[in-house]
């Protein structure tokens, strides 16, 4: 075996193997310590979650507003690898992907007819508190954790030359202990995370690509079809892994953003247009307006309240948390050259508002087709709520295919770029992980995904998400530390040599 294949990887790949042998051969058990493992950290460790949430978005304000906004990530002669338009494209592709397009009008369309506050399920206050509160899982306080971590994995890899894992970003705190057994486990946690993210968003992707063949073509929807479309999309995206960044994930990445430009005005142009761009603004400013109180909301006086924040709040920040070493290592391999400053403001800014206008659009459209011409989109799965609205809209097959198309390419894009990046995890940071490290982890994602969802789906995904972001989210902090400690080093260092010269 070749030698960057570290010990991390032999962990980490022996522990995903027990965790996939105990789906097949004991789902039920599976299921049933799952069920207690979420009951136990949604209950008792809610306000942790939201706490932690609340940190990285002010600490990631913060940075943006700090002395430390000019240091670049890289050395001080680097340019930016990618133009921003596809820099952009594969932050979205690798970020929130396939997510947008399962909870795009499904979300929305939930908190309208079950809303959050004590207000009438189906109102017009309630579309306006629907949306608000899918901004809020969506927007700021999800790409302030992606953007911290990315910045930390880029700032370490580039501008320090340390390897791009976990463990190296707390090197100013724990020194050399992190290349012996305290970096090994953290940079195993890293890897689960990433393996428990990334498979819920595969078994979303196959649930929904299931549903729409089903409304199409009348293809049964359930478990057996999923599982083919897991494996045929595992084989492409193996393929793509094989490729390369520069040209698998790149070349993707650009198609996903076109097609999913192409649904989201085709979807705005089609439907109520007027009242979409109005539902946007309003629900925008009210979300900016409430975000401290939302992003810290736990209802201890009201158990129903409190469910209600449990099983989507907390969900969505571990969730989110969970996606960070993914996402944040990805995110830092593309941002070479870029200063810190512009780093947080564009990973911050931009695609939070994308996806608040993607929500307004696609979930504002389907309050519409519900409140004004009494359609039953509240009735629909999840999986196929978006499909049940093309059916109230012109070209209705079109659309369909459209959606189609791009819920695959993002699901390849997702899983190739996940595989990339369990490959740098496992190999010592190495910018170019081999084919046998990408496949196996690959095959790891697609066997994780099948088992959580054999032993309960969504649920099953939930409780993997919200554990194994626990003890990531406590190493998180500590990175936030460590990169402040370095910032500060770094300007001192500036300082005096400014003086010496």
Known sequence: MRKEVTSVFWISLVIACLFVAWGVLFPSNLEQAMGVAQGFFLVNFGWFYQLVA?????????????????????????????????????????????????????????????????IEPGSSEAARTSLRYTYLHWGFHAWAIYATIALALAYYKFRKDLPGLMSATLYPLLGEKTKGPIGITIDVIAVFATIFGVAASLGLGSQQINGGLSYLFGIPNHFGIQLIIISIVTILFLISAGTGIKKGIKYLSNANMILAVILLFT??????????????????????QNLPSMGLRLS???????????????????????????VGTFIARVSKGRTVREFVVAVLLVPTLVCCFWFAVFGGTGIHFEYNMGADVSGQSTETALFYVFQQMPFTSVLSV?????????????????????????????????????????????????????????????????????????ILIFTCI?????FQQEVAATKKSKKIS
């Open 482 to 486: 460590s990169m402040v400690k370095s």
């Open 267 to 288: 979807f705005l142009f089609l439907g109520p247009t007027v009242f979409l761009l109005d539902l946007f603004t309003t629900t925008l400013g009210t979300y900016i």
């Open 300 to 326: 201890p006086f009201n158990e129903e309240r409190a469910a209600w924040v449990q099983g989507w709040t907390i969900f969505y920040w571990a969730w989110w948390i969970a996606w960070a070493p993914f």
């Open 54 to 118: 609340t940190f990285f978005l002010i600490f990631a304000l913060f940075l943006i507003f700090s002395r430390y906004g000019k240091i670049k990530l890289g050395k001080d002669s680097d340019k930016p690898e990618f133009n921003n338009i596809t820099w952009f494209a594969m932050l979205f592709s690798a970020g929130m992907g396939i997510g947008l397009l399962f909870f795009g009008v499904s979300e929305p369309i939930s908190h309208f007819v079950t809303p959050p506050l004590d």
């Open 402 to 474: 459209i959606t189609l198309l791009l819920i695959s390419t993002f699901f390849i894009t997702s899983a190739d770029s996940a595989t990339f990046v369990l490959g740098m995890q496992t190999t010592n940071g190495s910018l170019n992980p081999t084919n046998f490290v990408k496949f196996t982890w690959g095959i790891i994602l697609a066997l994780s995904a099948v088992v959580l969802m054999l032993s309960g789906g969504l649920s099953a995904m939930q409780t993997a998400i919200i554990v194994s972001a626990f003890p990531l989210a406590i």
